[in-house]
């Protein structure tokens, strides 16, 4: 992801820098690192889109299982109406019925969920990359006081 990439750039900056005699201070180009913070801005609305898409493509996927559950449905239905005079095999497009709604409601749980994770592991990813970047720089802002 770019915005690791930027990140990495700025402790560069940072561990490249020149040191204060008898600190723990550097110092740094504050235009260089003016413009990695503002590249970090621009690249931050992108991790926002694709967080949006995957929220976007998870909805689909359901909405898709949902509605493969609902032609299912409406082909076992169909069969049960058509062997319907015969008793045994009413009985067995019933029970075949249940399994197949069954499947369909379990593979939609399944998907559901693997797209929650997904969207929530890569939300994660971006939280903690914010948090890492906001701490960098809140201590480059206290040692600049």
């Given at each position: 992801m770019e915005i690791f990439t930027i990140l990495e750039s700025i402790e560069d900056i940072l561990?490249?820098?020149?040191?204060?005699p008898f600190?723990?201070?550097?110092l740094v180009d504050k235009e260089e690192i003016l413009e990695q913070i503002s590249e970090l801005r621009l690249?931050?609305?992108e991790e926002l889109k694709q967080a949006k898409w995957i929220k976007e493509e998870r909805q689909r996927?359901?909405?898709e299982a949902q509605k493969e559950a609902?032609?299912?449905v409406k082909e076992a239905e169909?069969?049960?109406?058509?062997m319907i005079d015969e008793h045994e095999i009413?009985?067995?497009a019933y029970e075949k019925k249940a399994e197949i709604i069954e499947t369909a409601n379990e593979m939609s749980r399944e998907i559901s969920?693997?797209?929650k994770d997904y969207a929530d592991n890569v939300l994660n990813g971006i939280e903690v990359a914010l948090q890492d970047a906001l701490k960098i720089i809140q201590n480059n802002r206290n040692e600049l006081k």
């Open positions: 561990e490249k820098s020149k040191g204060v600190s723990n201070k550097v690249k931050l609305p996927i359901l909405v609902d032609d299912i169909n069969r049960i109406i058509s009413t009985k067995k969920k693997g797209t």
